[in-house]
């Protein structure tokens, strides 16, 4: 890896539009990009600003720059929770009396100066994801609400299909928020959805949130990954070529009879096999790695690195690029880019540059 084009540190600025949520790296032709919550940035390496796209009265999350066709893919939550109304109360706009979600597909070249309108300046295009809806609206024979307590979409990524070989066609993976009530026993897998992004300009329509519309496919699978109790779910997803195995960063769950950990790898070489999930119910599932930290009592495997659940980046070649949020007195977010390589200890996951 070239260090000369990639700096150790890249300071994303301060921002009043919400936390920072995921990047993403167009390493050709040398972008940085920040979903900062309400906002996508586009920055140089340097860290100087190229163009904003505001305008977005949702939760963008997790992103993903798609190497293959140039375009920059994210997930949008247009939603009426707790984290909804406190996006709406911000901004000061409501949305439509509905709940969306959506993968957003941004065409990044068009990003050319700040203050960039997502809705009306023909840079993103927006695919619903009816299955999403339709887990998050659900309401369950015993009145709780929320099949597999799914809270919307956060994480994902674009990468091999589980327990396919590694030059396989890509897909975009995207995984469910889960919301992580201690009270409940149908929130212990994490859920990962799979799409081909190559049929997205069938159904990728712009977004009028007022209007949302409803074009979008089912998913082409539906994966389960056990991992214990997590506090929102899947928060950035990451294929990392190097390994041929998915990151998948997550805040603490609380759940005391779990160890709880903030990350975990998918083992990108096991195929998916078939076992019961809640409601007695059967499901295609996905598995964790067999490296790193491991807890006898529940057999779970996993990575005690603290970050990652705002910023992700594989580089493909063992180095990694690490979000390092912080928020200023004067409640303004930014965060620092730093360069990682893989740690010797897989429990401790990445060490620092």
């Not at 066709?69 to 984290?83: C, N, P």
């Not at 096991?270 to 491991?294: C, I, N, Q, T, W």
Request: with cysteine.
């Amino acid at each position: 890896m070239n260090e000369t084009i990639f700096p150790r540190e890249i300071n994303a600025g301060l921002w009043k539009t919400g936390h920072i949520q995921g990047i993403a790296l167009d390493t050709k032709h040398e972008y940085i990009y920040y979903a900062f919550t309400t906002v996508l940035v586009k920055a140089r390496l340097d860290g100087s600003v190229v163009g904003t796209v505001g305008g977005l009265m949702g939760h963008l999350g997790c992103i993903d720059f798609n190497d293959e066709d140039g375009r920059l893919y994210a997930s949008l939550e247009l939603k009426h929770d707790s984290i909804g109304k406190g996006i709406m109360k911000r901004i000061g706009n409501e949305i439509a009396n509905e709940d969306s979600f959506y993968i957003a597909v941004f065409d990044v070249d068009k990003i050319t100066r700040p203050d960039m309108n997502a809705e009306t300046d023909g840079i993103m295009k927006a695919v619903y994801l009816p299955q999403v809806v339709k887990m998050y609206s659900a309401v369950l024979p015993d009145g709780r609400e929320h099949e597999f307590a799914c809270s919307g979409i956060d994480g994902t990524g674009v990468g091999r299909v589980f327990g396919q070989p590694k030059d396989s066609p890509t897909m975009l993976m995207v995984a469910c928020g889960i919301y992580g009530d201690t009270d409940r026993d149908d929130n212990d897998c994490n859920i990962i959805m799979q799409y081909d992004w190559r049929k997205f300009d069938d159904y990728a329509k712009p977004l009028t949130q007022l209007q949302p519309h409803h074009s979008g496919p089912e998913p082409d699978k539906v994966y389960f990954l056990f991992t214990g109790n997590t506090n929102w779910g899947i928060q950035n997803l990451e294929y990392d070529a190097f390994t041929g195995d998915w990151l998948a960063s997550v805040y603490r769950g609380k759940k005391e009879c779990y160890p709880n950990y903030p990350m975990f790898v998918i083992d990108g070489d096991a195929k998916p096999y078939e076992d019961y999930v809640a409601y007695g119910r059967k499901g295609m599932h996905l598995s964790l790695k067999k490296e790193g930290a491991f807890d006898e009592r529940t057999g779970l495997y996993g990575c005690n690195f603290p970050k990652g659940q705002t910023g992700l980046y594989a580089f493909g070649d063992g180095t990694y690029y690490i979000s390092h949020e912080l928020r200023t007195p004067e409640k303004e977010d930014g965060s620092i880019i730093k360069l990682f390589r893989r740690s010797d200890d897989p429990a401790e996951g990445f060490t620092e540059f």
